[in-house]
């Protein structure tokens, strides 16, 4: 080994003894960082990863490998060295070696001058070093497999020229065999094949972050066939002149061999996939935890089939074998409860039959053109989920993400393929086991209690609901097997101390039919298991299925196997003088209904629907008494209520501008001590807005739309949001527009955890402003003028604790209104007007006066922000789905409903890591540092060489001092 490292550092200081090296290291770097900065757009991409340095790698390093090799063996054989080499006492592989290690080292120094890179992206966004780690050593087991195709070339040829062209048209067809040009020219089977033999295929896996021995394993593979066939070459050069014998036969046998084995194990580990590592912040490539904790719940087979065509899109071909590997994790995963299959619908008449008509799964139509083809292919890239008679399925859109870079520049990757397949599991094995018994998903006891007055008190109407009460209760025991306990009182008949005692720990208090009814009664009914209070609501219409309904509705929230619904309320199109539509949130709705039950709630009759979970309102506007009613009384039974809200609304008709809006909550929600203030935040750290700019041409005022910079879209990165509730994992930037500043009553909230969810940057101020069109002619760069009070303003906050209703000390709304409506009309009602109205339920007052402790309040300040309108601007400005406000809501729901599972898989993303925000003289600097960090790299190995030199003459005068002594 001495031998071989000694040969090592004769090449290396043979390098750096001309002016070469550092023309190499120069191109080398100056050619990187053009890639990255230019090439690849960098800060256009607005990710925190340097996945730009490796996506060229396989490229450069072909170039680069063979301008070191070239001269290894070809110089040596120009010079006449060679032949003293082979016929020393050094053995040839001890030079093969040697050399190899040569250009390894070299290698190695030209990728320590790209580190600067990573460093600096570091300091500008959340980079994960784990893909960095991974791009190293991958590029580095690609050099060495480039570097022995280079060595071998260089061993049979005496130009150096030659050696270099014919080394990098070998390294080239390796890497051309798994590229995206020509495996799009073949079908997917055809495809898998080319890339397990491609090297830039190969490398694409380690630079994501995950080290699969077999993508190691085709380099050393490689190493391995190009340094033997180095060392038979040299052999057979030692022979040249000699006639064959048996040994030249042996050498011949034994390289074949060698070659053979290589060959055959690398193909033996093809179907290995277990041997990997996933190296990224947080596993984002293996399957999690959670997706574990719902398979191990299967109590069937589970059903995962996917639907890839062998001809498709190309950019669509390459996820196909990431989403096999990851299907069949799931299989392993299992544990024999998950079978995976693969089809082609194709191939295969019936099955394409079935997932047409039964699974609604059709052909897409894909469109794309290249200098090679142009066509339209009918293609399959969807994945079923099947659990007993429920199914779901995933598209190509469900799946992928594309960002767009200009007409022919698109990016497409899978999103987050876990999430959406173990999203997918959750909701059919919630679905299926809905469909069953209701208790057999509950693992620990419950009791119902109810307080409820004698007969004698109760409305007739009340004396029916008891008895369908009890019945239902009994049925519910009978299937149970001793799961359900019930416990019924009347709060009157201890003396009044019941009724007390539930009064100030619940906040009931006695109901009354009418307002001057001075007959008072109980009616409550409540579930307790597991440390946790369910408030059971009265059915509006007092019927046994409506109770049944709300009891139902009641068991759900102790249960991990049924979906939860989700009640959103909407403002109606004439709330804003819109006869065709105002604020649409199809997008909201639809991402929400893929993870739970949506159903809509005008909430017009003062309830919120019995089954629902979490009320959430976008945008409300002006709430009467009896809207507001239903939302108190919500929170009240210990529901959770998210609301996006501000008294603004914003107008983006023709000019801008803000009018002040009335949303009916600001009184509601400073009786709990939160307050919206009546301004608008703006922050230097802001998204670009396509504003309607004014501009004089020739005399002529022309409009125009300019993406700028504009200060009322706060644009809230992670030093500005909570990470220790995880309503934020996964989100690494979001944007409020428009949003209003929150204050919090300390005094009122000091009993109630409260968690400040998004904070805009120490620099924001406010403004009560009505005119938000930017001026930049007379406010300079950000259009508007900075205001006074600067600091971090509170836009998004969770509350959670006892509340009191805002309804305690006030008249009861829908006795007030039905008493009101009955003076109107009674004059006027005929007898079969009465009839029909005695037969109506009537209005009971059944205020609860005080929430337990499980109550939340969740508020974000913006109107605006999950509108359709303002996510489809900001997502054609960044040219891809702009989803983070979405998924923040989707997080919030699932803190709300304690249901972290997903939460915790939205949280493994790794597509959002968004750099800082950055001005173009901040860019400038960044990109000008990295070139001048790389010209002081090349500083330090001039420093290095000249040090090397010195040190080989001291020891050449020292050898020649020593030579005149002893003569």
Not at 95 to 123: D, E, M, N, Q, R
Not at 626 to 649: E, H, N
Not at 776 to 795: A, N, V, W
Not at 828 to 841: G, H
Request: one cysteine or more; proline letters at 5%; charged letters at 20%.
């Amino acid at each position: 080994m001495n031998c071989c490292t000694d040969i090592a550092r004769k090449e290396l200081a043979a390098f750096f003894s001309s002016a070469v090296a550092f023309i190499f290291f120069g191109v080398f770097l100056t050619v990187t960082l053009f890639v990255f900065f230019w090439v690849e757009t960098f800060f256009g991409r607005n990710i925190a990863d340097v996945r730009p340095l490796f996506e060229w790698m396989p490229i450069l390093m072909i170039f680069l490998s063979a301008a070191i090799t070239m001269r290894m063996w070809s110089e040596e054989r120009r010079s006449g060295t060679l032949e003293f080499l082979l016929t020393s006492p050094i053995e040839p592989l001890q030079l093969v070696l040697g050399k190899f290690l040569a250009c390894l080292g070299l290698v190695a120094v030209a990728l320590a001058l790209t580190l600067p890179l990573p460093i600096t992206v570091s300091f500008i966004g959340p980079l994960d070093w784990g893909p960095v780690l991974g791009g190293y050593l991958a590029t580095f087991f690609l050099a060495a497999g480039y570097i022995s195709i280079g060595l071998f070339v260089s061993a049979r040829s005496e130009n150096q020229v030659v050696s270099v062209m014919i080394s990098a048209l070998i390294g080239g067809l390796f890497y051309a065999l798994g590229s995206n040009t020509l495996t799009g020219l073949f079908g997917t089977k055809a495809s898998e094949v080319l890339k397990l033999l491609g090297s830039g295929s190969r490398f694409e896996s380690i630079t994501r972050g995950v080290l699969d021995i077999r993508d190691l394993y085709f380099y050393v593979c490689l190493v391995g066939i190009f340094l033997t066939l180095n060392l038979f070459e040299l052999e057979r050069q030692r022979w040249a002149g000699n006639p064959p014998n048996s040994r030249h036969r042996q050498w011949g046998l034994l390289t074949a061999l060698f070659i053979a084995n290589f060959l055959a194990a690398n193909l033996w580990m093809v179907p290995v996939g277990q041997a990997r590592a996933d190296i990224t912040k947080g596993d984002i490539y293996s399957i999690s935890d959670t997706t574990r904790s719902y398979l191990t719940r299967l109590n069937e087979p589970l059903l995962i089939r996917g639907y890839f065509s062998a001809k498709t899109h190309p950019l669509l071909a390459p996820l196909v074998p990431r989403l096999r590997d990851l299907l069949k994790e799931y299989a392993l995963a299992g544990d024999g409860r998950v079978r995976v299959e693969f089809v082609d619908p194709v191939e295969n008449p019936e099955l394409e039959e079935e997932a047409g008509q039964k699974f609604g799964i059709k052909p897409v139509p894909f469109q794309f053109a290249s200098k090679y083809q142009s066509a339209v292919v009918n293609s399959y890239f969807d994945i079923l989920v099947k659990y007993g008679d429920q199914f779901e399925t995933l598209g190509f859109r469900d799946l992928i993400e594309v960002k767009v870079r200009s007409e022919s520049d698109l990016s497409v990757d899978l999103r987050n393929p876990e999430y959406d397949i173990t999203r997918a599991i959750k909701k059919v094995l919630y679905a299926y086991q809905g469909a069953g018994d209701l208790f057999d998903n509950i693992s620990h006891p419950v009791t119902f209690k109810g307080y409820i007055s004698a007969d004698d008190r109760l409305p007739e109407q009340l004396i029916e609901l008891k008895s369908n009460l009890n019945g239902l209760l009994d049925e519910y025991k009978n299937q149970t097997h001793g799961k359900l306990s019930v416990v019924i009182k009347d709060p009157d008949a201890d003396g009044g101390s019941l009724a007390k005692k539930i009064e100030s720990e619940y906040g009931f208090r006695p109901m009354v039919v009418s307002l001057f009814s001075k007959n008072t009664f109980w009616f409550y009914m409540v579930l307790e298991g597991d440390n946790r209070l369910i408030q059971i609501p009265l059915p509006e219409d007092l019927s046994k299925e409506g109770l049944e309904r709300s009891i139902q509705a009641g068991l759900k929230r102790f249960s991990k196997g049924f979906l939860k619904t989700v009640a959103m309320y909407t403002p109606p199109p004439a709330a804003y003088g819109m006869p065709t539509g105002g604020k649409r949130f199809s997008w909201l709705r639809d991402a929400l209904s893929s993870e739970h039950t949506v159903i809509s709630a005008d909430l017009e009759n003062g309830t919120v629907p019995e089954e629902t979970d979490l009320l959430l309102l976008a945008a409300p506007e002006r709430l009467d008494k009896k809207q507001l009613f239903a939302v108190d009384q919500f929170l009240m039974r210990g529901g959770t209520v998210a609301m996006a809200t501000s008294p603004f609304s914003v107008n983006l008709q023709g000019r801008l501008s803000a009018n002040k809006s009335e949303s009916g909550l600001t009184e509601w929600l400073a009786h709990h001590g939160i307050y919206l203030e009546e301004d608008l935040v703006l922050d230097p750290q802001n998204a670009a807005f396509p504003i309607p700019v004014e501009r004089r041409v020739a005399g002529f005022v022309v409009q125009e739309t300019r993406m700028v910079e504009y200060p009322y879209f706060v644009d809230i990165r992670t030093d500005g949001m909570d990470r220790q509730s995880g309503i934020t994992a996964g989100i690494d930037q979001v944007t409020l527009n428009w949003a209003s500043p929150i204050t919090i009553d300390s005094d009122k909230n000091k009993d109630r955890q409260v968690i400040r969810l998004l904070h805009s940057s120490e620099r924001a101020w406010t403004s009560d402003a009505i005119d938000i069109q930017p001026n930049f002619k007379t406010h300079g760069g950000l259009g508007f003028p900075t205001g006074d009070q600067i600091g971090r303003k509170l836009l998004a906050v969770a509350v959670e604790g006892r509340f009191t209703s805002y309804f305690r000390d006030k008249p009861f709304p829908l006795v007030e209104e039905k008493e009101k409506k009955g003076d109107t009309v009674k004059e006027a009602e005929s007898d079969n007007t009465k009839e029909t109205k005695e037969e109506k339920p009537p209005v009971i007052d059944r205020l609860i006066e005080r929430s337990p402790e499980s109550a939340r309040i969740l508020l974000f300040a913006s109107n605006s922000f999950l509108s359709d309108a303002v996510l489809n601007l900001a997502s054609g400005g960044m040219g891809t789905q702009y989803l983070n406000p979405v998924n923040l809501v989707k997080n919030a729901i699932d803190w709300s409903l304690e249901d972290r599972g997903l939460l915790s898989i939205r949280g493994r993303t790794h597509f959002s890591r968004t750099l800082l925000p950055l001005n173009r003289s901040s860019q400038v600097f960044w990109e000008y540092l990295n070139y001048g960090l790389a010209a002081l790299g090349l500083f330090v190995v001039w420093l290095i060489r000249r040090w090397m030199t010195a040190r080989a003459r001291r020891h050449y005068r020292l050898v020649l001092s020593m030579e005149g002594a002893l003569k």
